[in-house]
């Protein structure tokens, strides 16, 4: 990968200040001491030293053979460029971009909308089962090669069904992907379909019906997109119908909203997990109920430095939250996007905040332990998790 999309994915800090075109180094001095060593993927954020290369590719292997969990993937965001090109050729749909590069270059984003606008514009290449299924497909063998045991993944229905590709599309794409990679890879899976909160509560019910013959794949709903000026209260009655129908409620949370949306998601909608939530530290009382209920934030730093919630990644306060007692777990969000799978997530993060193996491990443990996976099947991974520590001569 070239060019700035490619620069940017190597950097722990971001200009966002600056404006959009500006948040990449410009000189190349400057760039080359960034760079210094391209293999480890993991120059240094601007508030510390240059990682010694052997303990970038020490912590590198720790990671990815670290098991854990995934709690926050949109699978539309893990749409490589080289992908999009691809469905885009073989559907015949036309894209405003050259090649591969062109794309690339133009993943470079101001705040959430910006990011949106091309999320949506990028999906719209997928519009058969199969495209469907290779999106799925490429994405676990991502994950299982970053040491990923159990990945419960966000889909987008309303994106697809506006442009008339229905539950009889993409859900059997995702299916059988999903079951595919169960028997090859060992990975466990589980789809949360998330409502689109820039649309009316209304279309969201209207969105959890349409998808009935699919409940019982479905291991939870959730609330994505736009979030500032479209709170949860807004989607109540869609989530009252999951929970009646058994299913998992998550919500994204106090990523650019205020900390209320998060006391409104748990309160109004249920939510059993908050996606993102870095916006709580700002509300004493919700910390305390945060730390008390052990409800799991399912944070995304390198999401958050791309979207400019953050302008550099030792900046970033899930430590802080970790330390007042907050579940925190490290995820993806939308790795096409945003430079990086759920390793390099733990990765960048390590470096950029310094944090020991045991921090990470203790991330790892909170994502087996806040899946909705059965109590048996967390405990073996829990136990494989112990295990791996130990070989380290860790105690987790
Ligand atoms: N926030 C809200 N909606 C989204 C995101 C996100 O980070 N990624 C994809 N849809
Ligand atoms: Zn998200």
Redesign the pocket.
């Known amino acids: 990968m070239d060019g700035p999309a490619a620069q940017r994915s190597n950097l722990l800090t971001k200009r966002c200040a600056l404006g959009a075109d500006q948040d990449v180094p410009h000189s190349p001095a400057s760039q080359a001491s960034r760079y210094a060593d391209a293999m480890a993927s993991a120059t240094n954020s601007s508030k510390s030293p240059a990682p010694d290369p052997d303990h970038v590719d020490r912590l590198s292997r720790f990671i990815t053979g670290l098991p854990k969990a995934e709690l926050h993937l949109?699978i539309e965001?893990s749409l490589e460029p080289e992908m999009l090109v691809e469905l885009a050729a073989r559907n015949g749909v036309e894209l405003p971009f050259a090649d591969v590069e062109a794309v690339r270059a133009a993943y470079s984003f101001t705040n959430?909308q910006s990011f949106?606008d091309i999320?949506y514009q990028g999906a719209a290449v997928l519009q058969t089962e199969a495209d469907f299924y290779d999106l799925m497909k490429a994405y676990l063998v991502r994950a299982h090669a970053d040491g990923v045991v159990r990945t419960e993944m966000f889909f987008?229905p309303q994106t697809h069904t506006e442009r008339s590709i229905g539950f009889d599309v993409f859900m059997p794409g995702f299916l059988k992907a999903m079951a595919d990679a169960e028997t090859e890879m060992g990975v466990s899976t589980g789809l949360i379909m998330c409502f689109l909160r820039h649309l009316p509560g209304s279309a969201a019910v209207e969105t959890f019906h349409a998808a009935a013959d699919y409940h019982d794949q479905l291991l939870g709903v959730g609330l994505?997109?736009a979030?500032v000026g479209n709170p949860p209260e807004n989607f109540v009655e869609a989530f009252d119908l999951a929970a009646e129908a058994g299913l998992h409620r998550v919500t994204?949370a106090g990523?650019e909203g205020p900390p209320s949306y998060i006391t409104g998601a748990l309160d109004a909608l249920g939510a059993e997990r908050i996606d993102?939530g870095v916006r709580a530290e700002e509300d004493p009382a919700l910390m305390d109920r945060l730390a008390m209920s052990g409800i799991a934030l399912t944070v995304?730093p390198r999401?958050n430095l791309e979207?400019c919630v953050i302008d550099d990644l030792a900046d970033h306060n899930l430590k802080r939250l970790a330390d007042a007692g907050l579940t925190i777990t490290l995820n993806s969000?939308?790795p096409a996007y945003f430079g990086g799978y759920v390793a390099k997530n733990y990765l960048d993060t390590a470096l950029a905040l310094d944090l020991t193996e045991a921090d990470l491990v203790s991330f790892a443990r909170n994502s087996i332990d806040a899946t909705f996976a059965s109590a048996e099947q967390q405990a073996e991974w829990t136990r494989s998790l112990d295990d791996y520590v130990d070989g380290f001569g860790l105690s987790g």
């Open positions: 949109h965001g959430l949106l999320y987008d994505d997109s979030e994204h990523e993102h995304c999401s979207l969000d939308d």
